[in-house]
């Protein structure tokens, strides 16, 4: 059987890779390969951490580091701020070293399985989306809220930040 031809038909279903891939093509793409991501460490003056929650079939519930996987042909800049934007309503500037460079690799998942992820450290230069911030009640994807150490509920794939959030 020949490649090609599935391949060109694949390739036509990707409008602009560079703006991201439609989910089904960027699913197939992570069982493939690993993937590159950026997570964003913000801390203020008290020196809380900011966690977003989220609740997804390949993670679970649970408190997370704001991120996402770098799209092709984007430079880390472009994520960060994409992601501060994206997750947090804000803007930040960040420190071009990363703090930390982790591989994350499920063995027992093949899609969204395995990762090259650099946690960066962010400052916000801009106010959080208030609409979007934890108050009370039930936990909603997408909201977030300063914590003063690591919460019993991270989600488990960022245990590797552990020492950065109780820090």
């Given at each position: 059987m020949a490649l090609q031809p599935?391949?060109?038909e694949l390739e036509s279903k990707i409008i602009n890779s560079a703006q991201g891939l439609p989910e089904e093509v960027f699913l197939f793409v992570s069982r493939l390969t690993p993937m590159v991501n950026v997570d964003l460490l913000l801390k203020n003056a008290q020196n809380q951490?900011?966690?977003?929650?989220?609740?997804?079939?390949?993670?679970?519930?649970?408190?997370?580091?704001?991120?996402?996987?770098?799209?092709?042909?984007?430079?880390?800049a472009t994520r960060v701020s994409a992601v501060a934007a994206?997750?947090?309503?804000?803007?930040?500037?960040?420190?071009?070293?990363?703090?930390?460079?982790?591989?994350?690799?499920?063995?027992?998942?093949?899609?969204?399985?395995?990762?090259?992820?650099?946690?960066?450290?962010?400052?916000?230069?801009s106010s959080l989306d208030p609409q979007r911030e934890y108050k009370e009640g039930k936990l909603q994807s997408g909201?977030?809220?300063?914590?003063?150490?690591?919460?019993?509920?991270?989600?488990?794939?960022?245990?590797?930040?552990?020492?950065?959030?109780a820090a």
């Open positions: 599935l391949i060109g951490t900011l966690l977003t929650w989220r609740d997804d079939e390949y993670y679970g519930p649970g408190w997370h580091v704001p991120g996402g996987i770098v799209r092709f042909k984007e430079s880390f994206n997750e947090l309503g804000a803007s930040v500037i960040f420190t071009p070293a990363p703090l930390a460079v982790n591989e994350i690799m499920n063995p027992a998942r093949n899609t969204r399985g395995h990762f090259i992820s650099f946690l960066y450290a962010c400052t916000l230069t909201v977030w809220a300063w914590h003063d150490g690591c919460p019993e509920n991270l989600i488990a794939v960022h245990e590797i930040y552990r020492q950065f959030i």
